[in-house]
């Protein structure tokens, strides 16, 4: 568990594209993309960075699962550095492969994430 507590607004990318939730949101229930998530908390703003997941949101509360998240000071720069250009040279060599797509997508959502933080 990153992150419980009361925040407004939870802006997160599924796969349709960004949405945020504010209070008193109607339900919901969405698959999500690689990409950033970032909840506005009455002490800051935490991001994070998610790989793929689902959101619901129900009674006024948002639930995110999922197998892959960092927190920004989780995140090793490096480590995303060297994955996105492991994953460059392997779409360099067959552009189709989606292994490849998606693990350059998870290395710039944390290089992106651990920059806004």
Known sequence: MFF???CSPVVTRTVEGDVAFLDNHAPFIGALDIGQTQLWANDGVVSLAINGGFVEVSGNSVTILSDG???VEDIN???AQSDLQ???QALNA???DNQAANAKKWAE?????SSAG
């Not at 959502?109 to 994430?113: H, K, L, N």
């Open 4 to 6: 419980s507590g009361e």
């Open 69 to 71: 998240a960092l927190a």
């Open 77 to 79: 720069v490096e480590e």
């Open 86 to 88: 492991a994953a460059e």
């Open 94 to 96: 067959d552009a189709d």
């Open 109 to 113: 959502t944390r290089i992106q994430v």
